[in-house]
């Protein structure tokens, strides 16, 4: 789950026709020397904010000031600028049919083909050089986020898919509407594109609607959204009053929902579900749903409860409990980013990994 650009870390300042971008990608490229590094017993980055495994079964983590981290089970070998990456900043990973990596990250979109790196940004047509997630649907559209809008992106050019705004009123210190915080693709093969101040819109690929706190969201800023294998649409959102310039006034609703379809369900009688920041929401191989509340810890849901896991080796490293990223390995391993750096769950307690 990018997913996403994470707000916790960064200052919370934060059409069915496709109009296509005239310019051209570059063709340049830069090799790329490989280089292991075995970082046992240090911080792998301070900030994990997204962890994808690639179809020859590598583990990639997204960091904010370390570059691309990419894991082969015995040790890591980091992509930095000095490879080619335009900025060390990766907030997420998709794959193509290709077996291309790329990389969404703070300036532009880096394709990685094993060999070399080569970045998209303004120049060649995307709408912000600041980018925050990517999916490649079930008809092979590529669909990119950024801070400035979606848009979708076919090889070396970019397509602006302009999304239609709610009736919402966002106040004067509300400034990242235009921020596509997650796209994901529903059992219908709808696409939903959630946003920072806009609730979340669903393009059936003729007509758009809009879901908003009139509809039952908790918050129109919305953060995290992921199906199940129901067909359920779960959702997670921040606090929007966290931007407030008036620190007395930093607070209001957030947390968990769930979408059937037809009715949006909260969850305010559980602490840490509601009135909360919720960045990670993810399943896992059992159909257990995974979700993150900052400042609380990880919950795993069943189906049937809720079971809150807080127990954290190293609060030094991450007092502020924010998840970021989850991924279950084929081994079973539950790996768990962190604004604080790469854990995992072992037993009932999230270990830091590196130790």
């Not at 970045?119 to 060649?124: H, N």
């Not at 879901?211 to 929007?240: F, H």
């Not at 991450?318 to 750096?341: C, N, R, V």
């Amino acid at each position: 789950m990018q997913k996403h650009l994470v707000a916790i870390i960064l200052p919370a300042v934060a059409c069915f026709i496709l109009f296509a971008c005239n310019s051209k990608a570059s063709n340049s490229s830069t090799e790329v020397p490989i280089s292991t590094q075995d970082t046992f017993g240090q911080p792998v980055a301070d900030y994990i904010v997204d962890a994808f495994r690639d179809s020859k079964g590598n583990i990639w983590f997204g960091s904010m000031s370390k570059g691309a981290i990419r894991y082969d089970g015995k040790s890591f070998t980091y992509f930095t600028e000095k490879d080619g990456l335009p900025i060390n900043a990766v907030v997420k990973y998709t794959e193509d049919d290709r077996g291309n990596i790329i990389m969404n990250t703070q300036n532009g979109i880096c394709v990685y083909d094993g060999n070399t790196f080569q970045t998209y940004g303004e120049k060649q047509g995307l709408p912000h050089f600041r980018t925050s997630n990517s999916l490649i649907d079930s008809r092979g559209n590529h669909w990119i986020g950024t801070w400035g809008g979606v848009c979708r992106f076919n090889r070396d050019t970019f397509y602006d898919f302009p999304l239609p705004n709610p009736d919402v009123k966002l106040e004067s210190y509300q400034t990242t509407q235009d921020w596509i915080t997650e796209i994901i693709e529903d059992k219908n093969t709808d696409m939903w594109f959630s946003r920072d101040g806009y609730g979340m819109t669903r393009f059936d690929g003729v007509h758009f609607k809009h879901l908003t706190k009139k509809d039952g969201l908790p918050s129109n800023n919305v953060q995290e959204m992921y199906v199940d294998k129901a067909g359920n649409i779960w959702i997670g959102c921040r606090v929007a009053e966290r931007d407030h310039p008036d620190p007395e006034k930093r607070h209001g609703a957030g947390g968990l929902a769930k979408y059937d379809g037809k009715t949006i369900t909260t969850f305010p009688d559980i602490p840490g579900l509601h009135n909360s920041d919720i960045y990670l929401i993810e399943g896992d191989s059992q159909g257990n749903i995974w979700i993150g509340s900052s400042g609380f810890g990880l919950f795993k849901y069943d189906g049937k409860k809720f079971t809150l896991y807080d127990k954290v080796d190293r609060p030094d490293l991450t007092y502020s409990k924010g998840f970021q990223a989850f991924l279950e390995d084929p081994d079973g391993k539950h790996w768990i980013g962190m604004s604080g750096g790469l854990f995992r769950l072992v037993g009932d307690s999230i270990v830091h990994f590196p130790k």
